[in-house]
């Protein structure tokens, strides 16, 4: 997980153990946060519910548009091809649902897989860190974390964790 900068007069050297409990109060310290602001996030249930609206506008549009035809104010051939073309955008909107429904719960997973995981035990962050099975610890920060980035003042190493965007 621990990746240095390029430039190596940018490296900061810094024992590994002392790394990993920096970086373990850190998360301790934000975490919850971070979970919490991410679960209520609604933007992805969001996608799901504007799908869902423009699949039945387009029902809708669909439904004036035969009862249109039925009272003869279009032929059998324009009929037929704004039909076709109403019906292939409700299968785009039906795509377009299903794939922000498959997400919202792939996201809902994910973070039930990180409580589960983290969640409710912050404090103990910095032991799990250097307890757990380094694989299994690599793959939940790997999934949370875009980078760590660590500087030197003075004495002391100051941690700063980005968290991935959505």
């Known amino acids: 997980m621990w990746r240095c900068s390029a430039n190596p007069t940018e490296h900061t050297a810094i ?3 002392e790394l990993i409990q920096k970086v373990g109060n850190v998360l301790a310290a934000t975490l919850q946060t971070h979970l919490t602001r991410r679960q209520n996030d609604t933007l992805t249930l969001d996608r799901v519910h504007i ?3 423009e699949i039945a506008e387009l029902k809708r549009q669909r439904q004036r548009l035969e009862d249109a ?5 279009f032929s059998v ?3 037929e091809r704004r039909v076709l073309a109403i019906d292939e955008q ?9 794939t922000a429904e498959i997400k919202a719960a792939n996201r809902e997973a994910w973070l039930k897989s990180i409580h589960a995981s983290l969640g409710q035990n912050a404090h103990v ?6 307890t757990r099975d380094p694989v299994e610890v690599n793959h939940i920060l790997r ?7 660590v500087t030197r003042r003075d004495e002391d190493h100051i941690v700063e964790i980005r968290y991935k965007p959505d």
Do not use: H
């Not at 409700?90 to 299903?98: C, D, E, L, V």
């Not at 999934?143 to 980035?149: F, G, N, T, V």
């Open 69 to 73: 035809y039925l009272r003869g104010l």
């Open 15 to 17: 024992p590994n153990i």
């Open 90 to 98: 409700i299968s785009t909107a039906n795509q377009k649902s299903a």
């Open 77 to 79: 051939e324009t009929f």
């Open 143 to 149: 999934l949370l974390i875009d980078s760590i980035i």
């Open 125 to 130: 962050i910095p032991k799990w860190l250097t």
């Open 51 to 53: 799908a869902q609206d």
